[in-house]
């Protein structure tokens, strides 16, 4: 059997998927024994025309990071899923949208007219905006469109598995590569982790499992860091979270915000986490719980941070 | 004229507000027929999933009733209901969904007048708003 | 006209195209350097917590997100108006020192070094990681990725995660250092300051002893006379965490000095239709369009700038290192474009200097970490330099502390209208009427913009080191008549 033929690509991502396929350390090495990298644009030679000359299925897995934001992304997803054979959603965006999926939360036109009119060092009274086809004295130069809501990869194009993180920790991203390179994968659609559970399994602060009278932001308390940090009233969203990080983000002192995505089973991981709030609130006073709950501020920003465009509702509502 | 005849989902919770109805019915009271019911055990089972599946999926507002706060049939259940629906109002306003389309209150078993109130009430303010925006908007945009 | 397309630009953080326009003659007209996407986070940060915003914006580069953290918290303790504990400050200068060591390592062995180390011209299958490491030796090779990894596990030991880390928090930091973890990190600084000097050695052995390369350096092709910023501290030194920021002008006189909070008064941005990046440039000098020079608003901010635009380097070896690069390329400023690889490496061991500093600090174990902020928020400025540029964060919040506005400018922004200048220049000095285009062309246009961002390196060691680039020529008609690739 000759090496596997492996393609990377990010979308409309932040390059800390890329960052996060090297930080397996010396393990890049096994990889690279068994693998020949055709197309990977951040960091080697190929280009889309060398893609498109490949036969279809001829790539044995592509690795996708990023969300689908433009016709670009859209197009490149399509052509690299005909040619691949395996198709992998690789780190949040690919998976449910994360960072960039907030934009659904707003209307493009408002996004664009922020972006090049409004902020307060832009100097651009004409209100000129970038142009699919613009004419330059020169000639003519195109850029791709922008779609008005973002979306995640299975959404454009048919997905076969999910490796979650924003990025994915080391460890996630060398089973994903060690299942690749063994040939020992999961069930098709599968999500690629050590754990199917709750992160609160692995994490190793000791939990008494207390109800809340009050919720506290981060800079508002000194928890102790050595305890459950949503015992002591902070957001920890490893409720209602995918473990197989490692729980990194509780042991440096912050509460988990989500980045692994739902627990396994799970349609809509901000309502779940919301739920699970519901349950922590300590009274029986409806109007306590009221108050309680309105302290509780950006629900959907904090809910959703991560998988907005996979949620139930995709985006907000706008005019 | 074509009215539009909003689609509500109503949960009723066994022991008190769905016995509410049913007292409703028996008492031949009428009110606005929109609603499609549907039974849990207590109104905490409502997980806040099943109102936004139930609006994705065709609703245009969803009515949950539970037994009225210290009557509920397992003590605390309710409670988790007023929670849970708190925080999910104040996060739909975030995403521009108006506040009349999602509704708490609470109907005990001996009140089949209240219940039919209440239909009545949030089907009209539901009717206000028209239906429910569904579809999500994905076209290209063009600048400028 | 007739336009060549190279798409997409490659070994670059962030998706990128160049279009170069030819006239009848056969000499270029224009180049256009675009960015085809945009995300918003100008827009969707608001109605976001501000304590919220160091996680939300560091996912705007995966590569520094330790720049956007900092920025961001630093714009949070003005926002609230809190002052970190002295702990905390080194705490958060150690972690970023330690980020500094990785990412310039990183951009000069694995992208940009392989065209000097190996020479501009050097088959492709060798301008590489590889063909470095055979050229210098497989020790180096391993140092090189030790380098990295264990400052990655300085960054995840302070910050709670390598990638993306959480300990920034307005009034301080969310973890402690412990003195078993201090004493691996001062050890790892120590090395850091060894590999650092190595670095430099080799780029003098290499390259300013090479007589073709220094005169590359030296030459028009690669020169723009352009303002230079970047942050100093009180004693006009290149600082990365915090200071002032100060921009010389090209004759390298100081132009401006500003606090964070002023600098709406020293900056613009303009829009283009054909690209979706802000090009921003001096307020005070104004957009005279895309030219160089004492009359044009455009402004670099990068290693070079800064240290243009500072007196000096605040530790002793770096600041030798300064003044040995200064005298050898004839004075301050360094107009050169490609000498700030040089500047890179300078500023690599000042990192690992100050993060051997800090390592050292008694202070830096202490418990007190975070100071409980008191007063409603309402506004703040945070600035630091990323790697590729000066860093501004700016927030407004309501009483609450949700965000209501929201205005950044990136690092690599700053150097958008100069990366523009510097690749039709590059391109003029290298296409001609009658010249055919060569592998060795078009990589002489990419040495250009790769000296200006670093973007993410790949440890493989089956990096080719050629850059995927593809030129066509079309005529009027839009048939080809001529096409050249370099991709295998």
Known sequence: MGKLKVALYWASSCGGCDIATLAIGEKILDVAAAADIVFWPVAMDFKYKDVEQMAEQSIDACLFNGAIRSTEDEHVAKMLRSKSKIMIAYGSCAYEGCIPGLANLFSMKSVLERVYVDTPSTDNEARVYPQAKVKVPEGELELPRLYSTVRALHQVVDVDYFVPGCPPEPKTTWLALEALVTGALPEKGSVISHSNKALCEECPLPKEGKKVKKFYRPHQIIPDPKKCLLDQGLLCYGVATRGGCGAMCPQGGMPCTGCYGPVEGVVDQGTHFLAALGSLIDSVDPEEIQRIADEIVDPAGRFYRYSLPVSLLR????? | MNRFEPKIVVFNCNWCSYAGADLAGTSRIQYAPNIRIIRVMCSGRVEP????????????????????PGEC????????????????????????????????DWVSASEGVRFAGIVNQVTEAVRALGPFQREETTEEVAHG | MRKIMIDPITRLEGHGKIAIFLDEEGEVANAYVQIPELRGFEKFCEGRLAEDMPQITQRICGVCPEAHHLASTKALDNVFQVEPTSTARKIRELLYSAFFVTDHTTHFYILAGPDFIMGPEAPPSERNILGVIGKVGIELGKRVIQTRQKNHWVIQTLGGRGIHPVFGLPGGVSKAVSEEDRKSIEEIAGQGVEFARLSLKIFDDLILQNKEYLDMVLSDAY?????????????????????KVRVVDPQ???????????????????????????????????WNGFTDGEKSGIYRATPLSRLNAADGMATPLAQEEYERMYTTLGGKPVHHTLATHWARLIELLYAAERMLELSKDPEIT?????????????????????????????????????????????GTTNNYAAINLTVKKAAQGVIHKGKEITEGLLNRIELAWRAYDPCMGCATHKLPGELPVEVELYDADGHIIDSSSRFR
Not at chain 2, 49 to 68: P, R, T
Not at chain 3, 235 to 240: K, Y
Not at chain 3, 266 to 274: A, Q, T, Y
Not at chain 3, 380 to 395: C, D, F, K, N, S
């Open chain 2, 49 to 68: 999933y099943f109102i936004l599946e139930a609006l994705q999926a065709g609703a245009d507002g969803v009515l949950v009733l539970g037994c009225h």
């Open chain 1, 315 to 319: 985006r907000a509502r706008t005019a």
């Open chain 2, 73 to 104: 049939h397992y003590l605390e259940g309710n409670y988790r209901t007023v929670a849970r629906m708190a925080l999910l109002k104040n996060m739909l306003a975030q995403f521009g969904i108006e506040a009349d389309r999602v509704r708490l």
């Open chain 3, 366 to 410: 202490d418990p007190n970490i975070r100071t409980i902020p008191t007063e409603t928020p309402h506004e703040g400025v945070g600035i630091v330099e990323a790697p590729r540029g000066t860093l501004t964060h700016h927030y407004i919040t309501d009483e609450k502390g949700i965000m209501k506005k929201c205005n950044l400018i990136v």
């Open chain 3, 223 to 243: 020169t723009n006379r352009t303002y230079y910023m970047g942050l100093v501290d009180e004693n006009n030194r290149v600082n990365f965490y915090d200071g």
């Open chain 3, 252 to 286: 390298g006189k100081e132009f401006a000095k500003y606090a964070p909070s002023e600098y709406l008064e020293h900056l613009s941005e303009r829009v283009e239709p054909w690209t979706y990046l802000k090009f921003p440039y001096l307020k005070k000098v104004g």
